[in-house]
Structure formats: structure tokens, C-alpha cells
């Protein structure tokens, strides 16, 4: 399973007008260099950028999930282990967090940023960009909290294998909230029915 991470595109450019104005000028050169700058710094001004977002340093510890042999498990379940005391997170916005994800029952690892060095997953919570269980329960964290979800196979990858995944897996993940990126007006989050993947 790979990690899904937003891109950053960010489009400045010279305007087809402003192009033909600085070509048709005098041989003044210092005239083309203050067009061309003035156009370059009108483009720049008016082209949106991806808002920055800092995310903080993890205050925790690596988790640990044991194993819960022969659980059963038919519903989503959420455990705020700790409250965050920063920005919410809502559907629709982008969570900059590490997580460790484990079969439920063996407490087998399957995935994580914990096992990459620490790289922290970047990921838009939306409805089909990550599983059911993930767009029900991410929203509604804080930056700095960690939440445990516990999900059973109807809002994780049900009877489809996923690479290390079995067929019918209860997932457990343990998630830690270190950045939010707030969605855009056109950025809006739908039905939190329909399943996608945490790591596409």
C-alpha cells in the first residue's frame, strides 16, 4: 500500500497580452526589464497559492497494538486517546498526521508512517479519497490529539484483499493530528457513505 500525498502547484506566468506588449516596445532595454516585471509581478499577485501549513513536531511515542484474537467487531469505534488543542479537522480538509495501522485481530502491522522514517501521511478526508471508516472517523480531531479507530470490514477494504490486508479485515489505526490544510470553497465534502482508500 502507498501513501497518498497532495501535490503543490503553484502556476506563475507571463500573460499573452503582456508578452506581445514588452515585444512591440523600443530597443530601451531597461523599458522590456520594467514591463516584464510589472507583468510578472501582476501574475504572481493574482495566481492563488496553496496555503503554508506548519505541521508540529509528534509529541508521542510509537504505538503499540497487541493482538484481540477472535474479536468481533461490527461497528465503527472511536477512542480519543487525547485531545488536541489545536485547529479541527473537518471533511474536506487535508490531514497532515502520522499513523500505524494493524489487523485488529492479530495485531499483525500492515502499514504506517512510523515505518518510514517518520514521514507524516498528507491526505484530503474526503468521501472516496480514504475509506468509509477513515471519512467517519477523522473529522471532529484536533492538531496535537491522537485517536485510536477500530474498523470492521463494511467501512475498511471488506471482501477485497489489499495487499498485506486478508479479505475481510478489522482494521486498528492509531492516528496522530499534526497539521490540518482548511479545504477551498470548491473543496466541499459529500456522502460519508462510499468507500475509498486511507493510502491510495
Same mark, same amino acid.
Given at each position: 500500500?502507498?501513501?497518498?500525498?497532495?501535490?503543490? %502547484?503553484?502556476?506563475?506566468?507571463?500573460?499573452?497580452?503582456?508578452?506581445? #506588449?514588452?515585444?512591440?516596445?523600443?530597443?530601451?532595454?531597461?523599458?522590456?526589464?520594467?514591463?516584464?516585471?510589472?507583468?510578472?509581478?501582476?501574475?504572481?499577485?493574482?495566481?492563488?497559492?496553496e496555503p503554508v501549513v506548519r505541521a508540529i513536531r509528534n509529541p508521542y511515542r510509537r504505538p503499540v497494538q497487541?493482538?484481540?484474537? /477472535?474479536?468481533?467487531?461490527? @461497528?465503527?469505534?472511536?477512542?480519543?486517546?487525547?485531545? /488536541?488543542?489545536?485547529?479541527?479537522?473537518?471533511?474536506?480538509?487535508?490531514? %497532515?498526521?502520522?499513523?500505524?495501522?494493524? %489487523?485488529? @485481530?492479530?495485531?499483525? #502491522? #500492515?502499514?504506517?508512517?512510523? /515505518?518510514?522514517?517518520?514521514?507524516?501521511?498528507e491526505i484530503r478526508i474526503d468521501n472516496g479519497g480514504?475509506?468509509?471508516?477513515?471519512? @467517519?472517523? %477523522?473529522?471532529?480531531?484536533?492538531v496535537g490529539g491522537r485517536r485510536t479507530l477500530i474498523i470492521p470490514p463494511a467501512l475498511g477494504y471488506g471482501e477485497q484483499a489489499q495487499a498485506t490486508i486478508p479479505a475481510n479485515s478489522t482494521l486498528f489505526f492509531t492516528v496522530d493530528l499534526l497539521g490540518v490544510r482548511k479545504a477551498t470553497a470548491a473543496g466541499t465534502a459529500a456522502d460519508p457513505a462510499a468507500a475509498g482508500q486511507p493510502a491510495g
Open positions: 500500500m502507498t501513501t497518498a500525498r497532495a501535490t503543490r %502547484i503553484l502556476a506563475v506566468g507571463l500573460t499573452g497580452a503582456a508578452l506581445l #506588449f514588452a515585444g512591440c516596445g523600443d530597443d530601451d532595454s531597461s523599458s522590456d526589464s520594467t514591463s516584464a516585471s510589472t507583468s510578472a509581478a501582476t501574475s504572481a499577485a493574482t495566481t492563488p497559492a497487541g493482538p484481540h484474537p /477472535g474479536a468481533r467487531v461490527d @461497528q465503527l469505534i472511536i477512542k480519543d486517546v487525547r485531545v /488536541g488543542d489545536g485547529e479541527t479537522l473537518e471533511p474536506g480538509d487535508t490531514a %497532515i498526521a502520522d499513523y500505524y495501522g494493524s %489487523i485488529y @485481530q492479530s495485531g499483525r #502491522f #500492515f502499514d504506517g508512517s512510523w /515505518g518510514r522514517g517518520r514521514e507524516p501521511l480514504v475509506i468509509a471508516g477513515w471519512w @467517519q472517523g %477523522i473529522p471532529g480531531m484536533r
